[in-house]
Protein backbone atom coordinates (compact mmCIF):
# COMPACT_ATOMS: atom_id res chain seq x y z
CA UNK A 1 0.00 0.00 0.00
CA UNK A 2 2.97 2.19 0.67
CA UNK A 3 4.32 1.90 -2.87
CA UNK A 4 0.97 2.20 -4.64
CA UNK A 5 0.59 5.50 -2.56
CA UNK A 6 3.96 7.16 -3.52
CA UNK A 7 3.60 6.27 -6.84
CA UNK A 8 0.42 7.56 -6.64
CA UNK A 9 1.90 11.03 -5.29
CA UNK A 10 5.14 10.91 -7.58
CA UNK A 11 2.40 10.84 -10.84
CA UNK A 12 0.99 13.59 -9.31
CA UNK A 13 3.53 16.11 -8.59
CA UNK A 14 5.27 14.97 -12.03
CA UNK A 15 1.89 16.23 -13.89
CA UNK A 16 1.24 19.71 -11.42
CA UNK A 17 4.98 20.70 -11.75
CA UNK A 18 5.98 19.48 -15.33
CA UNK A 19 6.93 22.36 -17.73
CA UNK A 20 4.52 24.16 -19.84
CA UNK A 21 1.63 23.23 -17.55
CA UNK A 22 -0.72 25.82 -17.29
CA UNK A 23 -2.94 25.05 -14.02
CA UNK A 24 -5.49 28.13 -14.85
CA UNK A 25 -6.57 26.92 -17.82
CA UNK A 26 -7.06 23.26 -16.56
CA UNK A 27 -9.17 24.20 -14.31
CA UNK A 28 -11.38 26.69 -15.90
CA UNK A 29 -11.90 23.77 -18.59
CA UNK A 30 -12.87 21.30 -15.87
CA UNK A 31 -15.14 24.11 -14.18
CA UNK A 32 -17.06 24.63 -17.81
CA UNK A 33 -16.96 20.93 -18.10
CA UNK A 34 -18.70 20.23 -14.70
CA UNK A 35 -21.32 23.01 -15.08
CA UNK A 36 -22.46 21.69 -18.14
CA UNK A 37 -22.63 18.18 -16.48
CA UNK A 38 -24.57 19.28 -13.86
CA UNK A 39 -26.57 21.20 -15.84
CA UNK A 40 -27.51 18.71 -18.38
CA UNK A 41 -28.55 16.53 -15.41
CA UNK A 42 -30.39 18.89 -13.14
CA UNK A 43 -32.79 19.43 -17.13
CA UNK A 44 -32.83 15.71 -17.17
CA UNK A 45 -34.24 15.12 -13.67
CA UNK A 46 -36.78 18.14 -14.00
CA UNK A 47 -37.66 16.62 -17.41
CA UNK A 48 -38.04 13.18 -16.80
CA UNK A 49 -41.83 12.90 -15.07
CA UNK A 50 -44.35 13.27 -17.96
CA UNK A 51 -46.43 15.96 -17.32
CA UNK A 52 -50.36 15.88 -18.20
CA UNK A 53 -51.63 19.15 -16.65
CA UNK A 54 -50.40 22.54 -18.24
CA UNK A 55 -48.50 23.96 -14.94
CA UNK A 56 -46.56 20.99 -14.63
CA UNK A 57 -45.43 21.59 -18.25
CA UNK A 58 -44.93 25.50 -18.13
CA UNK A 59 -43.11 24.73 -14.89
CA UNK A 60 -40.61 22.67 -16.42
CA UNK A 61 -40.34 24.92 -19.64
CA UNK A 62 -39.51 27.52 -17.24
CA UNK A 63 -36.89 25.86 -15.31
CA UNK A 64 -35.37 24.35 -18.14
CA UNK A 65 -34.75 28.05 -20.22
CA UNK A 66 -33.63 29.03 -16.66
CA UNK A 67 -30.79 26.52 -16.42
CA UNK A 68 -29.84 26.79 -19.85
CA UNK A 69 -29.17 29.89 -20.23
CA UNK A 70 -26.11 31.67 -18.98
CA UNK A 71 -25.81 32.77 -15.35
CA UNK A 72 -24.94 36.87 -15.22
CA UNK A 73 -25.59 38.46 -12.26
CA UNK A 74 -24.93 42.28 -12.09
CA UNK A 75 -22.67 44.30 -9.33
CA UNK A 76 -24.36 46.25 -6.41
CA UNK A 77 -24.51 49.47 -6.34
CA UNK A 78 -22.15 49.84 -3.11
CA UNK A 79 -19.55 48.51 -5.68
CA UNK A 80 -19.82 51.41 -8.26
CA UNK A 81 -17.34 53.69 -6.61
CA UNK A 82 -15.30 55.81 -9.13
CA UNK A 83 -12.16 55.21 -7.08
CA UNK A 84 -10.46 51.37 -7.22
CA UNK A 85 -9.10 51.38 -3.66
CA UNK A 86 -11.45 52.61 -0.42
CA UNK A 87 -10.46 56.45 1.05
CA UNK A 88 -9.96 56.26 4.79
CA UNK A 89 -12.37 58.84 6.62
CA UNK A 90 -10.82 61.82 7.58
CA UNK A 91 -9.37 62.08 11.20
CA UNK A 92 -11.75 64.29 13.42
CA UNK A 93 -10.29 67.59 14.56
CA UNK A 94 -9.72 66.60 17.82
CA UNK A 95 -7.55 63.73 17.51
CA UNK A 96 -4.69 66.56 16.19
Request: with cysteine.
Amino acid sequence: MFLLRSAFWLVLAFVVMRPNFDVQSAVASVQAQAVEVGKAVIVEQILEPNCDTIECAGRNALLASALSSSLSFDPPMQDSSNSPIPFPRPRPDWMG
